[in-house]
């Protein structure tokens, strides 16, 4: 290796033709021993492991807390309409555009802006939700809000759907050639090398994928296949980028782009072509002119590595769109029709371009983080709305935490004064009052209800006998009066998991209004004794939640003699980010929240502040105070990043916060969404699915473990045995054996068998041993041509070998991995503990996995026996089988002196015909209803056959 080094710069120096590409190959050794970045594939030996996404998957899904660029850039053939989504995710807030083409006209979000959140695998901002559930393989995506038309007219749009991938997740660099920059200074061997490898190295990830959704936009929903890429990289700092990604009907998909770097002088061009048959190449782009004039019509000509030409026609200019970043940067989105064989594709032409002056990005978004409270404040029993340490939900609970937050950040209103009683003092009293603890501890989900009834009647009554520790009562009493003395206080629950992101349990715990200092003890007792109420314990059981939460309790100075309501931020009933609803009413907010009385109600516009709707009464707020309350709304919407759920009180006009919370349920998915969340990604309209043999074996629509096993487990063992013969990887995230929809399974006939059509057209036994019939019409032998090579010439003979050795050896020794392979999971789960499953469940997967594979193989070998009968009756390697070599083979087999169990169930069902019929007792039989006796249709066709 190190004479290769040294004579490379000597050779290259020639500048010969031949001399040149021998460096070019010395480059391309280097990338074959060192391998790529990443492993992203897996051999197929190692289809097992390849089940669960690894945790470098996890990872490079995801924001890092640097600075990350998503893009989506998908279109849909049928409409022609277009989906580009584009995400800059920073260390402190995000950057979002949302640009869709719909029936023929353009739609545009804006330019969104949210504070950064500590969920690393959800994007969130505004309107706009990325969801990564598995990394690479399903990832959802949701917008629901404002946005403008071309007239910029304002639009509610909901878009919900699912990222399923039709390809691996690849490295986009990984295949990189040597280029003509790195070849035209030979003697810096040391420095092209490093540079070369550095280019491999970017983080920069691409997957093609299908997005089904549903738009909806004046109350009319339609659906869209959209298709086309997804992007994962490090926020770029070249000068200029250009880039085309476009995907055509008959599945082929290109990727090309350009960087330049002015203070570096370079200059990067790569390529990717996806082939139809999932066969990955890089390409370089011959007229590089068609991307950087992205207005003029031209061929786009494209060169594979293995030399191969390649190239589509820009048929026609659809749209253009420009805008510009937070951080000065230029994004141009061309969008074009284009034609590659006939076949039609849309094409997204992108260019990004760095100002001259470049600027960092502004800070529009004040971070408002958790604290975590450490030290001495993790005991404090009584804190100051103002302290740092109130934030920390885990010891002031949802509302005492969101108080804390709004305590710290200033608008046009304000906090009333108050303290938070700490979990820790909760923790405190329950250890002081043992035999309270103990009737706490018994709550399970296991109780019976007249059980559960009569243990909560007796921790409420044991709340209200137990004492508060001195230290308690010593602190409480300096606190009340040295700043509450002679004042009215509200005293309000404030649990864990209470008024949370996802859960509110609103209205469910004690709240005690206008109680005076010297019956603050008694009430802390009454709001700790209704986090055992029966409705609260119905509640968190429903939703999976601790039962018996830590609880910190809100003590603050009462705001009489106001008007008090109620602002959602967005419209909490028909779920729409454009509207405030506003519900005020004179006298106490704690009214309006039980449903005591009604109260007034404003629908205001959240984009000019038009009051819209307004109850025919005297409304009790002024239009002003109206504007007002509207502008904290956006203040708190921003800040915190959802639309809140906001408390208020307004005296001598003075607006008092008294909780912002997030509005639960928002994000939910619909019905749709629900209905296809498994469902796998289709590379083209055209794919070609059967339930033959699978739906057999799995006739009901499975559940979602089911799908995330068993699916899976079958889908790796079935493309390692498919696929086994003309691939050495196995596909990691997209669906190729199988294909899922509506949560039922069906076999894909291409990639499992058209991949053969030249033996299948000539010898369809394999037909035969899948569905028991001719199943492959002429048309999909043609779409098979089209979509993949010719096998190889000696693939029949070796297929041919291949079966006799499974049948004569190959089952038996499978039998034994079977028999070890069960002893092991045996063993694995012997220990009859839970935690310890848990554990080693991948193990066990893993271990599932290959018995299914062997359980494959081995019911392989049953088609295989039929394949070599089916020949040896046929008399020919090749050909059809008539009605009179399927009979003949039906009565070899079926004179088989071997117990089939297969058998059992159809023989077992005809002896009962038979009986029946020489009992002579049908006609009774059929008057009997199930489940006593079979379905009279099923017996008349059983008596038929007889």
Not at 571 to 579: A, L, S
Not at 582 to 605: D, F, K, R
Not at 649 to 672: A, H, P
Request: charged residues 25%; contains cysteine; aromatic residues 10%.
């Amino acid at each position: 290796m190190s004479i290769l080094i040294f004579l490379l710069p000597i050779l290259a120096k020639l500048q010969t033709k031949f001399f040149r590409h021998f460096y070019r190959i010395g480059f391309n050794f280097y990338k074959w021993w060192t391998g790529p970045p990443i492993r992203i594939t897996k051999h197929i030996r190692d289809f097992a492991k390849s089940i669960e996404p690894d945790e470098w998957e996890w990872k490079a899904d995801a924001k890092s807390g640097g600075e990350e660029h998503f893009r989506f850039e998908l279109s849909d053939w049928s409409s022609r309409d277009s989906l580009h989504i584009d995400i800059v995710s920073r260390a402190t807030q995000i950057e979002a555009r949302l640009i869709l083409w719909h029936q023929g006209e353009t739609f545009d979000s804006g330019t969104l802006i949210s504070r950064e959140t500590d969920d690393i695998h959800t994007i969130r901002c505004g309107p706009l939700l990325l969801d990564v559930r598995e990394p690479f393989r399903r990832c959802r995506f949701f917008y629901r809000g404002e946005i403008r038309n071309s007239q910029n007219e304002p639009i509610f749009l909901s878009i919900g759907g699912w990222f399923k991938p039709t390809s691996d997740v690849r490295f986009f660099y990984s295949n990189l050639q040597v280029n003509e920059e790195i070849l035209k200074n030979p003697w810096r061997i040391l420095s092209n090398f490093r540079k070369f490898n550095k280019q491999r190295e970017q983080k920069d990830f691409v997957q093609w994928g299908e997005a089904f959704c549903e738009i909806e936009m004046n109350r009319v929903a339609v659906r869209r296949r959209f298709r086309g890429l997804k992007e994962v990289r490090r926020l770029s700092a070249n000068d200029r980028e250009d880039q085309i990604s476009v995907y055509f009907e008959d599945g082929h998909r290109y990727f090309w782009r350009s960087e330049d770097r002015a203070q570096y002088n370079s200059h990067l061009e790569h390529g990717i072509h996806s082939h139809v048959d999932q066969i990955v190449r890089s390409i370089s782009l011959d007229t590089p002119e068609g991307v950087y004039q992205p207005d003029s019509l031209s061929i786009l000509k494209f060169k594979t590595n293995q030399g191969q030409e390649e190239s589509f026609t820009k048929m026609k200019h659809l749209n253009k769109c420009s805008y510009e970043r937070d951080d000065g940067v230029t994004i141009v989105v061309n969008r074009f029709e284009c034609d590659r064989k006939g076949s039609i594709g849309y094409a997204f032409i992108s260019s990004i371009i760095q100002p001259l002056d470049k600027k960092e990005c502004k800070q529009r978004v004040e971070a408002i983080l958790d604290y975590k409270a450490i030290g001495l404040e993790r005991i404090l029993r009584i804190i100051p709305l103002t302290h740092r340490a109130c934030q920390d939900s885990s010891l002031t609970g949802g509302k005492g935490s969101n108080l804390g937050k709004l305590s710290t950040i200033r608008c046009k209103y304000q906090v009333p004064n108050g303290f938070v009683i700490s979990t820790n003092a909760y923790e405190e009293h329950l250890k002081a009052n043992k035999a309270l603890s103990q009737l706490i501890n018994r709550i399970n989900h296991n109780l019976k209800i007249d059980e559960l009834e009569s243990l909560l009647k007796k921790i409420e009554a044991a709340f209200h006998e137990s004492e508060l520790t001195l230290a308690m009562r010593t602190e409480l009493e300096i606190v009340l009066r040295n700043e509450f003395a002679e004042k009215l206080l509200a005293i309000r629950s404030s649990a864990i998991g209470e008024d949370g992101a996802d859960l509110s349990s609103a209205g469910q715990l004690e709240s005690q209004l206008n109680i005076q200092p010297k019956d603050v003890q008694q009430t802390l007792k009454r709001v700790w004794a209704s986090n055992f109420r029966k409705e609260v314990y119905s509640y968190r059981k429903f939703y999976a939640q601790l039962l018996t939460p830590s609880m910190a309790i809100v003590v603050q100075e009462m705001i009489s003699n106001g008007t008090a309501g109620v602002m959602f931020t967005c419209n909490p009933v028909t779920r729409d980010p454009t509207k405030f609803l506003i519900n005020a009413h004179q006298g106490m907010g704690e009214e309006i929240v039980s449903g005591a009385v009604t109260p007034h109600t404003a629908l205001i516009a959240k984009h000019n502040g038009e009051i819209l709707e307004k109850s025919e009464e005297i409304l009790c707020l002024e239009d002003s105070q109206l504007l007002e309350l509207t502008k904290v709304g956006h203040f708190l919407e921003t800040h915190f990043g959802k639309p809140q759920d906001v408390e208020f009180v307004i005296k001598n006009e003075v607006i008092y916060l008294v909780q912002s919370r997030d509005v639960t349920g928002l994000d939910r998915e619909s019905d749709f969404e629900l209905s296809t969340e498994f469902d796998s990604g289709n590379l083209t309209d055209h794919e070609i699915y059967t339930t033959a043999n699978v739906g057999e074996v799995l006739p009901r629509p499975l559940t979602p473990l089911g799908i995330s096993v068993e699916a899976q487990l079958y889908e790796k063992a079935l493309c390692k045995m498919f696929f086994s013969f003309g691939s050495t990887h196995i596909p990691m995230h997209h669906h190729m054996a199988f294909h899922i929809t509506n949560n039922r399974v069906f076999f894909n006939v291409g990639e499992l068998y058209l991949r053969q059509w030249v033996v299948l057209e000539k010898d369809p036994l394999s037909e035969y041993t899948l569905a028991g019939e001719r199943m492959i019409s002429t048309e999909m032998y043609r779409q098979g041509k089209l979509r993949y090579k010719p096998s190889h010439p000696l693939f029949p003979i070796y297929r041919l070998g291949y079966m006799i050795h499974a049948t004569l050896w190959g089952g038996k020794s499978t039998l034994k991995t079977v028999e070890f392979g069960s002893k092991a999971i045996q063993e694995l789960v012997s220990d009859g503990k839970a935690q310890r499953q848990l554990e080693n469940i991948q193990q066990q997967q893993e271990l599932f996995a290959k018995l299914i594979y062997n359980h494959s193989y081995i019911s392989s070998c049953s088609s295989f026996t039929y394949i070599i009968v089916a020949m040896l009756i046929r008399g020919s390697p090749e050909g059809d089988l008539t009605p009179e070599m399927l009979s003949d083979i039906a009565t070899l087999f079926g004179n088989n002196s071997l117990s089939v169990i297969s058998a059992d169930v159809p023989n077992a069902l005809k002896n009962i015909a038979k009986a029946i019929t020489k009992s002579k007792v049908q006609p009774e039989f059929e008057t009997l209803e199930a489940p006593n006796s079979l379905k009279p249709k099923i017996v008349m066709i059983l008596l038929f056959h007889l």
